[in-house]
């Protein structure tokens, strides 16, 4: 027999109020509804953070358990002395200078998937272990004084489960300018969130490192165009007041 559509709301699983609950659901993840999405929007430096992820001993510096690994990539890009010019830079500018640390617990008890990829890797080799120097923050990349460590992370995307969004939206950020660690991992997962949630979203191919220069240009070359606006420290620091850019050692600009 042929049912009226009237009759759906009689039937369990065509629960109208359930979908809608559904789609508030979905809808709260968004940081900006569809009308108010700031992609492709103006870089104001008020109104812009440096995300800066996991600028650790353990990737950054001899001795670190990871350093052996992603030193090839940092040091084809000086990313460690380019993300500490662009941060003095958007400090300057009179942006935020986020950063987003990962640690976990000696015993690995608060790996949110340890049995998996990555995750696996931190826990068998007790990686980024709090209290430790090896989850300290690098000397070059240290928070200065007004500067965000966004507090939770655990997992790969700095979203989930962290103080991130909370931090933006109090400061009123529009766009978010990523950097760091590992530039196929932990940022390229956070570019896709922040695209998601309607930031801007830039990232700083010069200022991110990997376990291969292969995995590094892929991500650079490829997926990070799908989620942002993939540019060079330079290019970035063009975009912010001349007043705020600082020079590096043996540059004449952020580069």
Do not use: Y
């Amino acid at each position: 027999p042929t049912r009226r559509s009237s009759d759906l709301t009689n039937m369990p699983f065509f629960s109208f109020s359930k979908a809608s609950s559904a789609t508030n659901t979905a809808s709260a993840f968004s940081t900006f509804s569809a009308a108010s999405a700031k992609g492709g929007c103006d870089i104001v430096p008020a109104k812009t953070a440096l995300v800066a992820i996991e600028f650790q001993n353990d990737f950054t510096s001899e001795g670190g358990k990871l350093f052996p690994a992603v030193k090839g990539v940092m040091e084809s890009t000086d990313m460690l002395i380019k993300t500490a010019a662009s941060a003095k830079a958007v400090r300057a500018a009179g942006g935020a200078v986020v950063h987003v640390p990962i640690m976990f617990k000696a015993d690995a008890s608060d790996n949110p998937n340890k049995g998996l990829g990555i995750l696996a890797g931190c826990a068998k080799d007790s990686l980024f272990t709090e209290g430790t120097w090896n989850a300290a923050f690098c000397e070059q990349m240290s928070p200065a004084e007004g500067d965000v460590v966004v507090k939770g992370k655990k997992g790969l995307d700095a979203f989930p489960n962290t103080t991130l969004e909370a931090e933006l939206v109090a400061r009123g950020i529009e766009t978010v300018v990523l950097c760091g660690f590992l530039t196929n991992c932990c940022v390229e997962s956070t570019m896709r969130t922040a695209c998601e949630k309607g930031f801007n979203v830039v990232t700083l191919t010069d200022c991110c490192a990997t376990t291969s220069e292969e995995g590094h240009t892929a991500a650079t070359g490829g997926t990070f165009g799908m989620f942002s606006t993939p540019m060079s420290a330079a290019d970035f620091a063009a975009k912010l007041p001349a007043s705020a850019v600082v020079e590096t050692p043996d540059r004449k600009s952020v580069v």
